[in-house]
């Protein structure tokens, strides 16, 4: 692994967390697949820290040693404090930690997505409460009391629906 990876496009973030809500039917039918996306994007960035941590590690180790045969080998004598000056600045460390830190910042923003996401579908549930809610109240107003009773039924298997969706995206998201 020599160079960070960048999993995330910014462009692409931007669009999918996007919110319409003239497009309610159509978020809930993509919310659990970005979920998802982002899901395994956020994985592959921490897999990718990690892997770029443990290579500071190696490479730090590495470079240790290095010091310890220079130094010897020239005469001079091998402290820990000439060891850590010859190794915290070496190129190979400070690019090692220019690494680690940028797969960190990936990491850090492929959680960013998937915050992003969750508060995407609690925006989309209260959307559609607040759409189911107006649908309601046009329906009471055109039927009387008997298309009330009707329209309040509808509505509520209506809600029904949307709170049994989120709940399993709930599910699935842990």
């Given at each position: 692994m020599s160079?960070?990876?960048n999993l995330i496009d910014p462009r692409q973030l931007k669009n999918d967390v996007a919110f319409d809500a003239n497009n309610l039917d159509g978020m809930w039918a993509t919310q659990a697949g970005l979920?998802?996306?982002y899901g395994v994007i956020a994985a592959r960035a921490e897999h990718q820290a990690t892997a770029f941590k443990n290579r500071?590690?190696?490479i730090e180790a590495d470079l240790g040693k290095e010091a310890r045969d220079t130094l010897a080998a020239s005469g001079q004598?091998?402290?820990?404090?000439?060891?850590?000056?010859y190794v915290s600045s070496h190129p190979k460390m400070i690019k090692a930690h220019e690494n680690y830190n940028s797969a960190l910042l990936i990491l850090n923003l492929a959680k960013t997505a998937l915050e992003a996401l969750r508060h995407r579908r609690d925006m989309i549930v209260?959307?559609?409460k607040h759409h189911l809610e107006q649908a309601v109240m046009r329906d009471s107003y055109k039927g009387g009391a008997a298309g009330e009773a009707a329209a309040r039924s509808e509505s509520r298997q209506a809600m029904m629906r949307a709170l049994s969706?989120?709940?399993r995206e709930e599910t699935i998201a842990e």
């Open positions: 160079e960070v990876k979920y998802v996306r500071l590690g190696i004598k091998v402290t820990e404090g000439t060891v850590r000056e209260q959307a559609s969706e989120q709940k």
